[in-house]
């Protein structure tokens, strides 16, 4: 059963700092892998979307990597805001399904 | 980018009656639709899977007799909780794949369901 991690559980970073949030899965055979912002109390919105095919993915401040082999994916978030602030969730699809980590939640502080 | 709505955005009912969720896609075809449940602070967990037509694949530990699935649209899914407890209280969210995309699920907004 495909197990998503999410390293770490908390951040809090002063406005304007770059960040990392980690995204590790056990079963690398995956189709995509999404990350995605989620504001309390509020469904989720779509940032990037890797497939398995490709390496990385880039919006605006925003750069996601994929390491299928090592079961790896980063996101990248260059000069932080307070509006970033949120919860941070990666999931990986395989076959029919998509399962979630727990996320990483987000304080930007101004 | 595809929109994903669903109905109502929150609810509060008594413990024992019956509360149904609506999840449409509203400017595409979703062959797939997807039902997770998320508790405060946790992740969000796959309930269950439904295809257009189909009878819903439930994961391992969801009661197929309580989470009643039903998807007899390609642009409409509905759960409905039966016999609801307090401990379903939860942010219930659906997602819908397009046909035959890359796989792209796009979500809903959710709903709170509050059983008192």
């Known amino acids: 059963k495909q197990e998503v991690t999410q390293i770490p559980a908390a951040l809090s970073v002063p406005e304007g700092e770059n960040l990392v949030l980690n995204c590790s899965f056990t079963?690398?055979?995956?189709?995509?892998l999404q990350w995605f912002r989620q504001d309390p109390g509020k469904g989720l919105t779509s940032l990037l979307l890797i497939q398995s095919s490709q390496r990385e993915q880039t919006s605006g401040r925003l750069n996601a990597s994929l390491d299928k082999s090592s079961g790896r994916s980063t996101l990248y978030i260059a000069a932080s805001q307070p509006g970033d602030s949120a919860t941070y969730l990666c999931a990986v699809r395989k076959n029919n399904d998509m399962r979630f980590g727990a996320g990483t939640r987000l304080t930007v502080k101004p | 980018g595809a929109v994903v709505s669903q109905h109502p955005s929150r609810v509060i009912c008594k413990s024992g009656t019956s509360v149904k969720i609506e999840c449409r896609s509203l400017d595409f075809q979703a062959t797939t639709m997807f039902w997770y449940r998320q508790f405060p602070k946790q992740s969000l967990m796959l309930m269950a899977t439904?295809?257009?037509?189909?009878?819903?694949?439930?994961e391992q530990g969801v009661e197929k007799d309580k989470f009643l699935i039903n998807h007899a649209s390609l642009t409409l899914s509905t759960l409905t909780v039966t016999s609801a407890h307090p401990e379903d209280s939860s942010f219930y969210i659906c997602?819908?794949?397009?046909?035959?995309?890359?796989?792209?699920?796009?979500f809903g907004p959710g709903t709170r369901l509050t059983v008192l």
């Open positions: 079963d690398s055979a995956i189709y995509n």
């Open positions: 439904s295809n257009e037509g189909s009878k819903a694949t439930y």
């Open positions: 997602s819908a794949r397009w046909r035959g995309t890359s796989g792209e699920q796009f």
